[in-house]
C-alpha cells in the first residue's frame, strides 16, 4: 500500500503563515460561532486560484485541539481518536469499515488544515482512490470496466457501510430512482437494495447486464423444489420467470407482469 500524502515542504509553511491569526477578529464567543460557520465556505474568489476550504478547528485557531501545546509536534491524541473528538466514531454507525479509516489513517485522505479539494481531500477523490487501488485490478471488476462517467463516491462510501464493498446506501437508485415510486410491492432485493445480485452494469456490456440468465437468475435466492410446488408453475420449466413476473416489483406480492 502507497502513502497518499503529497504534502511537500512549501504546502507546509505556507499552511503555518496562513494560520497566523488574523488581528481583526474579534474574540466574542457568540461573533466566533456565526464566524466559524461562514469559515467552512472561506473561498479565494480570484479566478486563478483554486477554492480553499478550511477546517473548522485551524480556521478557528483552534490549534491546541489537535497540538499538544507541552509536547512540541505531539498531538494530544492519536489519529482516529483525534478526529473522533468531535466527529462521530464511524466505527459504531458502519458494520464493515474501510481498511485505511479502521487503521486511523484519516490524514491519508484528509488534510487537518485546508484544502482545495471538497472536504478537505489530499487530492481530487477519484485519483484518491486509485493511490491505493490499482486502476486495472479495479478496471478487471465487471462493474468497473466502463467507469469515465462514475465517480468512485457515487456507488462506494468512502469510511465504511453495511456490507463489505461499502456501497453507498442508495447509491444505485439514486441515479436510477426508487421503484417504491413504481409499484405498490417492491420485490424483496429491490427493496433492499441488492442490485447488484442480480445486475453486473457498467461493464461496457450489453443492455441490463444480468448476473445470470433464464431462471438460474432467480433460482439463485429461491428453492426450486418449494417453487415448483406452486400449481401456476406447472409446464414452465422452458420459461424465464421474467415471463410472468416483473423482477422489480408488481401491483401485488407475486410482482407478476
Ligand atoms: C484537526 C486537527 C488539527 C488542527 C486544528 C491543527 N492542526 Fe496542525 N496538524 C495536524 C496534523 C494531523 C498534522 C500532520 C499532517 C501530516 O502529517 O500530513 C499537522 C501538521 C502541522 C504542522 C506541520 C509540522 C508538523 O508538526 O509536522 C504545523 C506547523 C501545524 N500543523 C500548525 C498548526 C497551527 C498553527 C494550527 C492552528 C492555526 C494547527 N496546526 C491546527 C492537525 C491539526
Ligand atoms: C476541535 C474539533 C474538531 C477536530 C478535532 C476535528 N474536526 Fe473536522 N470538523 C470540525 C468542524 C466543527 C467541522 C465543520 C462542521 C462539520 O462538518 O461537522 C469539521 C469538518 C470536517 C470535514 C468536512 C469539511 C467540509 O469541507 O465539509 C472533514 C473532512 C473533517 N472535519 C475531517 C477531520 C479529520 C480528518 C480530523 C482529524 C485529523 C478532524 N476533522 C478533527 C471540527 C473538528
Ligand atoms: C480512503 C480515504 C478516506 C479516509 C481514510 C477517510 N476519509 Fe473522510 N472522506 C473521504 C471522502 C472521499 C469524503 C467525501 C465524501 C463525499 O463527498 O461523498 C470524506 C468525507 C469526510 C467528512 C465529511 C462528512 C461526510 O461524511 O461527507 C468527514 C467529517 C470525514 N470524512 C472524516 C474522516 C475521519 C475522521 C477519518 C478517519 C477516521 C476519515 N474521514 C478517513 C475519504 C476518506
Ligand atoms: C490509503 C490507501 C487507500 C485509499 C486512499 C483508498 N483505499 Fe480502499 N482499501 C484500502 C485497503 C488497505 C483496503 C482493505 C484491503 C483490501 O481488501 O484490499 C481497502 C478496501 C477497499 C474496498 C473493499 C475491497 C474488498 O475487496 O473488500 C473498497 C470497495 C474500497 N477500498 C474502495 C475505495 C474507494 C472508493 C476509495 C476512494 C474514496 C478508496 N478505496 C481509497 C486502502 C485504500
Ligand atoms: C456504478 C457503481 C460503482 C462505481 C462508480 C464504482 N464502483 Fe467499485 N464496486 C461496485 C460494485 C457493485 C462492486 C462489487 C460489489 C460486490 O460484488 O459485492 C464494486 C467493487 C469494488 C472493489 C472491490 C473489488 C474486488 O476485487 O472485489 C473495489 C476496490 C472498488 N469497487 C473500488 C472502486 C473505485 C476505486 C472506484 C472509482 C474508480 C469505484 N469502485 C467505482 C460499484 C461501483
Ligand atoms: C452516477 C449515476 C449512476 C449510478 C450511481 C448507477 N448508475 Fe446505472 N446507469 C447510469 C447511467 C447514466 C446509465 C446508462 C444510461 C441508461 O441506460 O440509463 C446506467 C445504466 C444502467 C443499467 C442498464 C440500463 C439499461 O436500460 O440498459 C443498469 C441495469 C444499471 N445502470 C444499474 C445500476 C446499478 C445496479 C447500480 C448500483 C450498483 C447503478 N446502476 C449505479 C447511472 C448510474
Ligand atoms: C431479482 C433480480 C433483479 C434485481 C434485484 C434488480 N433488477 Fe434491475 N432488472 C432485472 C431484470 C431481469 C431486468 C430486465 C427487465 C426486462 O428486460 O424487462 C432489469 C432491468 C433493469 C433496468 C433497465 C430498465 C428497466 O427498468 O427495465 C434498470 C435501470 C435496472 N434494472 C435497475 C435496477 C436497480 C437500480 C436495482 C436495485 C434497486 C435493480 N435493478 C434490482 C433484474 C433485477
Ligand atoms: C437476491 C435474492 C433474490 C433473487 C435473485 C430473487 N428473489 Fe424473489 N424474493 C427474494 C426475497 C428476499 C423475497 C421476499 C420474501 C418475503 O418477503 O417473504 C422475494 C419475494 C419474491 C416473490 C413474492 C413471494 C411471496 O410469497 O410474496 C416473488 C413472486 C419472487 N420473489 C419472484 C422472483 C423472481 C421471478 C425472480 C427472478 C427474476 C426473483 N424472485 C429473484 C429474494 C430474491
Ligand atoms: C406462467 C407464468 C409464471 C412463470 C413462468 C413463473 N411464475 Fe411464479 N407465479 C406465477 C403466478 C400466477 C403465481 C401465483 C400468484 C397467486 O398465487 O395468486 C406465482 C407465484 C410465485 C411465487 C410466490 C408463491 C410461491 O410459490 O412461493 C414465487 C416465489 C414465484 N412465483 C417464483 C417464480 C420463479 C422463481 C419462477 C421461475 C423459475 C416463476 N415464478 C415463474 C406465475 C408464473
Keep these: 500500500m502507497s502513502s497518499c500524502v503529497t504534502t511537500d515542504n512549501y504546502k507546509y509553511w505556507s499552511f503555518f503563515f496562513d494560520g497566523v491569526p488574523d488581528p481583526s477578529v474579534s474574540d466574542n464567543k457568540d461573533d466566533q460561532d456565526v464566524d466559524s460557520v461562514a469559515q467552512v465556505l472561506v473561498v479565494d474568489n480570484t479566478n486563478k486560484k ?9 480556521a478557528e485557531d483552534a490549534c491546541n485541539s489537535c497540538h499538544d501545546q507541552n509536547n512540541m509536534g505531539g498531538y494530544v491524541a492519536k489519529q482516529p481518536d483525534l478526529c473522533y473528538q468531535c ?3 464511524f466505527g459504531e454507525a458502519k458494520e464493515y469499515l474501510h481498511g485505511p479509516v479502521q487503521g486511523g489513517y484519516c490524514s491519508n485522505c ?6 482545495k479539494h471538497e472536504k478537505l481531500l489530499v487530492m481530487e477523490s477519484d485519483a484518491l482512490c486509485l493511490e491505493c ?5 479495479i478496471e478487471s471488476v465487471d462493474f468497473h470496466a466502463d467507469l469515465e462517467s462514475f465517480g468512485c463516491t457515487d456507488c462506494h462510501d468512502p469510511h465504511g457501510g453495511s456490507s463489505r ?3 453507498a446506501i442508495g447509491s444505485c437508485v439514486n441515479c436510477h430512482g426508487s421503484f417504491a415510486d413504481e409499484y405498490k410491492f417492491v420485490h424483496g432485493p429491490v427493496a433492499a437494495g441488492y442490485c447488484n445480485t442480480c445486475h453486473s452494469v457498467h461493464s461496457g456490456g450489453e443492455g441490463v447486464a444480468l448476473r445470470r440468465q433464464g431462471q438460474q437468475l432467480c433460482l439463485y435466492c429461491h428453492d426450486k423444489g418449494q417453487v415448483m410446488k406452486n400449481e401456476n408453475h406447472e409446464g414452465i420449466e422452458d420459461f424465464a420467470c421474467t415471463e410472468c413476473h416483473n423482477p422489480h416489483g408488481g401491483e401485488d406480492r407475486f410482482i407478476l407482469n
Design 133 to 137: 487501488h490499482e486502476q486495472s485490478n
Design 165 to 167: 464493498k461499502f456501497m
Design 50 to 58: 483554486p477554492s480553499i476550504v478550511k477546517h473548522v478547528p485551524f
Design 110 to 115: 484528509h488534510q487537518p488544515h485546508k484544502s
Design 87 to 89: 466527529h462521530d466514531d
